[in-house]
């Protein structure tokens, strides 16, 4: 293990995990269109009815299955993803069951491409973790912005980088993997501690532990 200083190299570091990510993508014929058996996510929904939510924004959605599953709840549903790959896979889910209240589109969490106070909600799953900790804060402050005043966020942060897998380390802990099954992949393990930094323009609402270790953590924009 190693760690890297030089700005040139974090840049290339982050660029192939960029591409991981597509390559990962590109390798998925067929689209697994149920959603995992996780609890939570009925409740983030049920959630989402009480405080009579309407415009819900579900960030790096990956092909989708966590945006579709809140479609069904009548909420109007923007999934984004850096992905081309991932992007070309919900929107032919999309197509194929006549989903009219999603709208999936090609982003880059760090450019954020929507007006400022969008959207009423933003879900980030499983997906922080792929980030280094300097950017994990930008990603808070664009999630902020993008949040109406008083706009919930919903978060799913896996317990991470414990498991086997070649790899070298960033400064800040980033596990960035070399075997040949996650080569380029960055992932990280965020504490309890960094969480609640990285959300300090919100109040936290609920901050659990699921069966998995995940935090799962429900919070509202100050
Ligand atoms: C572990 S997957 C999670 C996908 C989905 N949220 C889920 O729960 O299954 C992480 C996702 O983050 C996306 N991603 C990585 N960097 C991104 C960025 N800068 N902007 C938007 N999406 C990004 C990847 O393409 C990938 O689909």
């Given at each position: 293990m190693s760690a890297i200083q030089n700005n040139q190299d974090i840049e290339q570091i982050y660029k192939d995990n960029l591409n991981f990510w597509d390559t990962a993508w590109t390798?998925?014929?067929?689209?697994?269109k149920d959603p995992p058996k996780l609890p939570y996510i009925h409740e983030v929904a049920r959630k989402f009815k009480k405080f009579q939510l309407k415009k819900v924004l579900d960030l790096?959605?990956?092909?989708g299955w966590l945006s579709v599953f809140l479609s069904k709840y009548n909420f109007d549903v923007t999934g984004m993803d850096i992905s081309e790959a991932a992007i070309t896979l919900a929107n032919q889910w999309k197509k194929e069951d006549n989903i009219q209240n999603i709208d999936f589109v090609c982003g880059d969490i760090f450019e954020m491409p929507f007006p400022e106070k969008t959207f009423d909600a933003i879900v980030l799953n499983s997906?922080?973790?792929?980030?280094?900790y300097d950017q994990a804060k930008i990603v808070f402050e664009k999630i902020s912005k993008t949040l109406v005043d008083k706009g919930f966020f919903f978060g799913c942060f896996d317990q991470v980088g414990s498991g086997k897998g070649e790899y070298f380390e960033l400064e800040d802990s980033t596990h960035v993997y070399t075997d040949?099954?996650?080569?380029?992949m960055m992932l990280r393990n965020f504490t309890d501690e960094e969480l609640k930094g990285l959300l300090s323009s919100f109040d936290i609402l609920s901050f659990d532990k699921n069966t998995y270790g995940s935090r799962l953590v429900w919070a509202r924009k100050k």
């Open positions: 390798r998925v014929t067929k689209i697994h790096a959605c990956g092909s997906s922080l973790e792929h980030f280094r040949d099954m996650r080569k380029g």
